[in-house]
Every structure is written in C-alpha cells, then in structure tokens.
C-alpha cells in the first residue's frame, strides 16, 4: 500500500510560481511511476504530468502546461515535485498526486494510489 500526501498549493498572482510537492510513503520511491492531475468544479480530473520510475528517463506533460511546468523526484526523499512557472489563471484547480505500479501512463485509471489534492487558485 502507497500512501501519498501534497503540499504547496496555495493562492499566486498570474505569472508567477509555486512547487507542489508530494512525499510518498509505504513503499520505496524508486520503483513507481508518479503522476500530478489536475481537476476544477464541474469537469473530469485531467492529466498534467508523469515521470517514470528511476532509471527510466521518461515524463510527460500534458500540451497545456509544456514549458511551463516541470516534475521532478528525488528518491532519496521519496517525492516528487511539481514546479509550476508562468502560471495562469486557467491553472487554477486541485492538483492531484498518483502512483502506479503498472506502467508509464498519463490515463487515470492506471493509477492506484491518489493523494487528497492541494488547492492552487491563480488570479488574474
């Protein structure tokens, strides 16, 4: 069993930054792929971005935040981080972390392990 915690959401002003950080626990970091979501009122959970697990080299963003955001972990810590740059006011959602034992995926049903999301509000 995985458990999954965020942190950093917050309010910032358009064009600015936040990191969101999401420290995992109950299993070693190192063999999972991990994703960030993102949902607002009244639409259907979105991917944002996944990165492999150790050793794979991969992530993936969705085309919205390509550029603009970046996911990153560090093993040793057991977290993946989430940095958001240039952010705008369409960006604001709650951010969710996922983990999958499965394969590398940005579709929602792969992951088995969800955080309870941290609110990020970008005002314009």
């Known amino acids: 069993q995985v458990q999954v915690v965020e942190s950093g959401g917050g309010l910032v002003q358009a064009g600015g930054s936040l990191r969101l950080s999401c420290a995992a626990s109950g299993r070693t970091l190192r063999s999972l792929t991990m994703g960030w979501f993102r949902q607002t009122p009244g639409k259907e959970r979105e991917f944002v971005s996944a990165i492999g697990w150790r050793g794979s080299n991969t992530n993936h963003y969705a085309e919205s935040v390509k550029g603009r955001f970046t996911i990153s972990r560090d093993d040793y810590k057991n977290t993946v981080y989430l940095q958001m740059n240039s952010l705008k006011p369409e960006d604001t959602a709650v951010y969710y972390c996922?983990?999958?034992?499965?394969?590398?995926?940005?579709?929602?049903?792969?992951?088995?392990?969800w955080g309870q999301g941290t609110q990020v509000t970008v005002s314009s």
């Open positions: 996922a983990a999958t034992e499965l394969v590398f995926s940005d579709r929602e049903f792969q992951y088995q392990y």
